[in-house]
């Protein structure tokens, strides 16, 4: 039986393409409009797969703008209603529906304070685009699957536009351009997903490893693992993984780790070894097919995507493997138990 989550993760590379035709021009507008605001610090709020995309938009604006960015916390906006101070800041609103109260209320507070205001939603008709200054539209259409996937690499690659916009760096525009096609070319880790799914599925553990800007890639493959396979995955960046938790690795232990871009794929192959010898069950995301490592389970990146776009990547082959775990312990990829599409927090 066909998949709704399955094509809806082979209809990104053209999602993306539609978003960069659609909003580039906006984007660049709005970079203008910023360029003229007193932006000291970035505050982004999410929930869920939204929040993951937060995660990168810390290390988008810290290394392309050279900008402090925090996550925000709801709860002080609308249980404890003790938000912090917000001048100078851009106030990010991250939310695939655009529905969720406590979202919405930070970007309220925000929009009271002075502070200026984006919402990245898939519903320009969503309170959350109503509230905000500026609203980027993902354009992926109706997201039919309860597990988001379109909608992520759609975020991702908003806050790349917007990023860029803000820097006035105009090479990278040309640059993300060819994401979609490297995006292509990650869906043919289709097979090695469906081979490495097999080994996992018989678990009901496993961490997922990665740093830098495939951060978000950790968080989000192990959100995937969890609310699709019930699989408890926990993600971990490489370097706090090695004060302690390594400790769990024993004979059979899934690992899986994500070794992709020039800056930290050394670090995580050679982290990758050391759970190896430690008898992890290893599955490798990789972009250097010269440092696959005998007996892991490799998951191909295309190589040559500059490190700060390889998250719109490096995504694909989790969410296949997370897709074909799935289906390999027998659950429904569509509907996955407990959740539902949209949750409204407060």
Known sequence: MASTLHAEIHEQPEVIRRLLDAESAHASEIGRALAMRDI??????ARGTSDNAARYGQYLFGALNQ???GLA????????????KLESALVI???????????????DEA????????AITNDPQSPLAAQSQHVIE??????RAVAATKTYSASLAALALLSISMAQIDD???VLASIPEAMQLALQAEEPARAAAQRLAAHQRCVVLGRGFNYSTTFEIALKLKELTYIIAEPYSSADFKHGPIAMIEQGFP???????????DELIDLAYKVHERGASLTVLGDNESLRIVDAAWLPVPPNVPEWLSPLVAIVPGQLLAYHTTVARGFDPDQPRAIQKVTLTR
């Open 255 to 265: 690992v899986v780790a994500i070794a992709v871009g020039d800056t930290v794929r």
């Open 111 to 118: 929009q009271r304070q002075g502070a200026t205001t984006i």
């Open 138 to 143: 993902l354009h992926a259409g109706e997201e």
């Open 40 to 45: 000291r610090h970035v505050l982004i709020a």
């Open 172 to 174: 990278h525009a040309g």
């Open 93 to 107: 609103g991250i939310s695939q529906s655009g529905q969720s109260p406590d979202i919405v209320g930070v970007i």
């Open 67 to 69: 900008l402090a960015v």
């Open 73 to 84: 916390t709801p709860s002080l906006f609308t249980l404890y209603q003790r938000p912090p």
